[in-house]
């Protein structure tokens, strides 16, 4: 009788152990597939280079310094004005500051009609004339279905002297549908938006 005890015992705690690890993942169809985006570049039609700019010599991006809540693979959005919340099956294909910045250099390229735009770190060879450090401090969809890129920017010269003095700027994009994908889609154009404003400043100093 003790032996059968024993046994039924083990066939129970056995059973216990199983259940859970088949709720895991049943098989293809029975879980839900993470979904990987990255921010958009500008296109050709959304940006016309700056006429009459000739760049004197390589702009660099960088440092940019970002806040840590975003500092995950998952797509961050507000719920209230104290509260976030991760997404579950919505990440970013790349960590989002790396993302940030890429994008934010091919955007410059475009709009000032130049190849010599680089992020930093860059190679020790290339010698940028100004670079753009920036401070992100905000970068996410807020409860009013608005997407908020809020950032703070200065431009420095080739020895660290300070160009233009520091800005802070916020820009603000209407989240069409609500979904992540639109929600990157909205956080694009803040980008967009943003190198805009940038490159009015760079080719203000040029003229």
Same mark, same amino acid.
């Given at each position: 009788?003790?032996?059968?005890?024993?046994?039924?015992?083990?066939?129970?705690?056995?059973?216990?152990?199983?259940?859970?690890?088949?709720? #895991?993942?049943?098989?293809?169809g029975?879980?839900?597939?993470?979904?990987?985006?990255?921010?958009?570049?500008?296109?050709? *039609?959304?940006?016309?280079?700056?006429?009459?700019?000739?760049?004197?010599?390589?702009?660099? /991006?960088?440092?940019?310094?970002?806040?840590?809540? +975003?500092?995950?693979? @998952? /797509?961050?959005?507000?719920?209230?004005?104290? *509260?976030i @919340?991760?997404?579950?099956?919505?990440?970013?294909? $790349?960590?989002? @500051?790396?993302?940030? @910045?890429?994008?934010?250099?091919?955007?410059?390229?475009?709009?000032?009609?130049?190849?010599?735009?680089?992020?930093?770190?860059w190679?020790?060879?290339?010698?940028?004339?100004?670079?753009?450090?920036? $401070?992100?401090?905000?970068?996410?969809?807020?409860p !009013?279905?608005?997407?908020?890129?809020? #950032?703070?920017? $200065?431009?420095?010269?080739?020895?660290?002297?300070?160009?233009?003095?520091?800005?802070?700027? #916020?820009?603000?994009?209407?989240?069409?549908?609500?979904?992540?994908?639109? /929600?990157?889609?909205?956080?694009?154009?803040? +980008?967009?938006?943003?190198? !805009?404003?940038?490159?009015?400043? /760079?080719?203000?100093?040029?003229?």
């Amino acid at each position: 009788m003790r032996f059968t005890a024993t046994k039924s015992m083990a066939l129970i705690i056995g059973l216990i152990l199983i259940i859970p690890a088949g709720c #895991v993942n049943l098989g293809p169809g029975t879980t839900d597939a993470t979904r990987l985006f990255v921010l958009a570049p500008m296109t050709d *039609e959304a940006a016309t280079a700056e006429s009459g700019y000739t760049p004197l010599a390589a702009l660099g /991006i960088g440092p940019l310094a970002f806040p840590e809540y +975003l500092n995950r693979p @998952q /797509i961050v959005t507000r719920i209230g004005m104290n *509260e976030i @919340q991760m997404a579950d099956f919505a990440n970013w294909a $790349e960590p989002l @500051q790396r993302n940030f @910045q890429r994008v934010l250099a091919e955007n410059l390229s475009l709009l000032l009609g130049t190849d010599a735009v680089y992020t930093h770190p860059w190679r020790s060879t290339l010698k940028p004339l100004h670079r753009i450090e920036m $401070e992100v401090t905000r970068f996410d969809a807020d409860p !009013r279905g608005d997407a908020v890129l809020s #950032v703070r920017w $200065e431009l420095l010269d080739a020895r660290g002297r300070q160009v233009l003095p520091k800005t802070k700027a #916020v820009y603000r994009q209407p989240v069409a549908g609500g979904d992540y994908p639109a /929600i990157v889609a909205a956080l694009s154009l803040t +980008l967009a938006d943003f190198s !805009r404003d940038l490159t009015s400043a /760079i080719v203000t100093l040029k003229s």
